[in-house]
């Protein structure tokens, strides 16, 4: 059984560029959520994905996108970088109607 | 306006001794509870999980409390081991469904002492 995978695991971008990061989700589930962790803070939802479309989001704006794929898989997207972007980015798959949420290694993304 | 709250930072213990972390909700919906490890450089390791139906779940070492009525709970570790290690989050997740966002603490440091 294979895992949740992000890549990449380490980014760093300019304030006002655009920043993609991906996520596999772990083999058979069907919903991934994703997640901001500021340092010394916990996880933080962002949005979550189910059949391709958007089943949830958190007080993120608009700036903040995502997509699921048939395969499962999913993308965050994030235009118009800031610096309080910088963050630890996770991605958690899980079975639809389950509480439990499978994270994946995440990814560093630091905005200078 | 923080739903879970972790209000120790940090905790050290001693190896072989029970290490018990605490947590408190504020938010009356939620339901089912989760407890995460997390090392350095890795994602948080979903643990154990309570729904709000129980009071006591037990998993070997682990074993998870819920008091609705302070809306609070415990995770206790025995005996603690080095490899226990790491930050631990709690989790709520509001509805007694699943595909719901989970909600999470800022997480406890803990150290355990060989």
């Known amino acids: 059984e294979t895992g949740v995978t992000q890549s990449p695991t380490h980014l760093i971008k300019t304030r006002g560029q655009q920043v993609t990061l991906r996520c596999s989700s772990q083999s058979g589930h069907n919903t991934v959520s994703w997640y901001q962790q500021a340092l010394g803070q916990g996880p933080q939802f962002i949005f979550q994905?189910?059949?391709?479309?958007?089943?949830g989001r958190g007080n993120f704006p608009p700036r903040f996108s995502g997509l699921q794929f048939p395969n499962y898989s999913s993308e965050l997207n994030v235009n118009a970088l800031e610096l309080d972007d910088s963050a630890l980015y996770l991605c958690?798959?899980?079975?639809?109607?389950?509480?439990?949420?499978?994270f994946g290694p995440g990814t560093r993304l630091t905005v200078t | 306006d923080q739903q879970v709250k972790q209000n120790s930072p940090s905790l050290s213990v001693q190896e072989g001794r029970i290490s018990i972390l605490n947590c408190d909700y504020t938010?009356?919906?939620?339901?089912?509870f989760l407890w995460y490890k997390k090392y350095p450089a890795e994602g948080p390791t979903f643990l154990i999980s309570?729904?709000?139906?129980?009071d006591k779940n037990e998993d070997g070492r682990f074993t998870v409390f819920l008091n609705k009525s302070a809306k609070h709970l415990s995770l206790h570790i025995v005996p603690s081991q080095p490899g226990d290690s790491a930050v631990y989050f709690c989790a709520a997740s509001p509805w007694n469904s699943g595909n719901t966002p989970l909600v999470f603490g800022k997480g406890t440091r803990l150290s355990v002492i060989a």
């Open positions: 958690a798959s899980s079975w639809s109607g389950a509480h439990e949420q499978y």
């Open positions: 994905y189910y059949r391709e479309e958007e089943n």
């Open positions: 938010n009356s919906m939620f339901d089912y």
């Open positions: 309570i729904s709000s139906i129980k």
